[in-house]
């Protein structure tokens, strides 16, 4: 399949959405590609059209004339205005490989888990926050499990809270922000009503459980799967038995598509105007790329830019006031979470740090740069491609990757064959 749209969107999570309704709502020709099999992205999983703003959301966008490319996975942008996907999930046999060309990108890619390796990290039943709430969320048993919830993030409350109402036993929730902070962040959520009524429905849905802050885990302990993890606070250390952990240590922005477009990135973050124009000409971006701000300001993002990509400049500068009301909770989010630096004391010498090449800790603090370790030890050179061990060396030695190859995941070679002998011979073009 080869197409051509006016606005092509990456991502059908929040921003994405709210970015594919306004600009065919504006009468563009617009398509949405993601890698999952239906829209909604990592916050609206299953069970999320049951909440109002997403329930809203999800009914303009089946009334929008939007072209879905749903579980298709953009793994190149050899050339200005194209991008190369593949269907996920087809036996290698059946690949099948696109050729998608725009005249306008949206980038709402979003962010993923940092996870910050320490002692049993890769053991069996230690698990992302966000990814043991999906695995829950797609049937995985959890009642009657014991369950430690622990990292840094408004996050972590929110799982502890489905697992609850699934019936597992939570044992507690270790937030490695102090207390202090957590206040403060509290401080400055009185003006947004709404959001102080979520965090009280979930500290109700947790009530019971456990909270302790300035607090994380040091090492988790089994043989052959996790049976307990010791966690600190200060000078003391304990240890809990449990069935799961779920450490997720906050968010890391997806930004590999909009580097390898040449997106300007600056503290870690696509750089956009107020339009959510980024550096690269006709290249949008909205959501958690350009700054971790929650659902809220990842569909005013994405309002804005679908707008702007359609030519609705007057409409997407009508939503300036409310978008620049979201940068502030962004700021209280990343000094309320930040992380501590005693982290960086958890790995041991033989902590592996990359899983994919099983790269342990003494080997990269042999190395000063990314690029060094990359080409001596292998590390990020799996099939993650440093989606895991980027985040983490960043934290641990201030590492910046700096520079993204394609394909951006792993591909076919049926796939990256198809798609090669496509653009050699593109359309009305005479094969030699």
């Known amino acids: ?136 969320r797609g049937g995985l048993p959890i009642e009657g499990k014991r369950v430690l919830v622990a990292g840094s993030g408004p996050l972590l409350l929110a799982v502890a809270a489905e697992l609850a109402e699934r019936g597992a036993h939570v044992v507690g929730v270790f937030e490695q922000a102090p207390l202090p902070r957590l206040l403060s962040f509290g401080l400055h959520l009185s003006g947004q009503p709404a959001k102080l009524i979520q965090g009280f429905r979930l500290r109700l849905a947790t009530r019971g459980v456990p909270i302790f802050t300035g607090c994380w885990p040091v090492a988790a302990h089994g043989a052959g799967k996790l049976e307990s993890v010791t966690v600190r606070r200060g000078t003391r250390q304990w240890q809990i038995p449990c069935d799961y952990l779920a450490c997720g240590f906050h968010l890391v922005p997806n930004l590999e598509l909009p580097m390898l477009l040449g997106c300007r990135v600056e503290d870690g973050f696509v750089s956009t105007d ?34 702007a990509a359609a030519g609705q400049l007057d409409e997407a500068r009508n939503l300036r006031r ?61 099939p993650c491609q440093a989606r895991i061990c980027g985040a983490a060396t960043a934290f641990l030695f201030g590492w910046a990757q700096d520079s993204v190859r394609p394909p951006l995941l792993p591909a076919r070679i049926a796939s990256l064959s198809a798609c090669g002998a496509a653009q050699s011979n593109p359309p009305g073009k005479d094969a030699l």
């Open 1 to 136: 399949m080869n197409a051509r749209f006016h606005i092509l969107i990456v991502g059908a999570g929040p921003a994405g959405i709210a970015a594919a309704v306004r600009a065919s709502e504006s009468g563009a020709k617009v398509a949405i590609i993601d890698d999952n099999p239906a829209p909604g992205g990592q916050i609206w999983r299953r069970g999320a059209p049951q909440l109002t703003t997403a329930r809203r959301w999800f009914r303009r966008f089946e009334a929008a004339t939007v072209e879905r490319l749903q579980g298709w996975r953009v793994f190149d942008a050899p050339e200005p205005g194209l991008l190369l996907a593949e269907r996920s999930g087809l036996a290698p046999e059946a690949a099948s490989c696109t050729e998608l060309r725009y005249d306008k990108l949206i980038l709402a890619t979003g962010a993923r888990e940092r996870f910050l390796p320490f002692p049993g990290w890769t053991l069996p039943n230690v698990m992302g926050t966000g990814g043991l709430d999906a695995l829950v």
């Open 274 to 307: 107020d339009f959510q124009s980024t550096s690269t000409p006709n290249v949008y971006c909205a959501g958690e790329p350009t700054g971790i701000g929650g659902v809220e300001r990842a569909l005013i993002e994405g309002e804005i830019a679908g707008l």
């Open 322 to 382: 409310t978008h620049r009301a979201t940068n502030k909770f962004v700021r209280a989010l990343q000094q309320a979470f930040a992380l501590e630096p005693r982290l960086r004391e958890l790995p041991e010498p033989d902590t592996v740090v990359c899983r994919c090449e099983d790269v342990p800790f003494a080997a990269l603090r042999e190395h000063h740069s990314w690029r060094d370790a990359k080409l001596l030890t292998r590390c990020g050179m799996g």
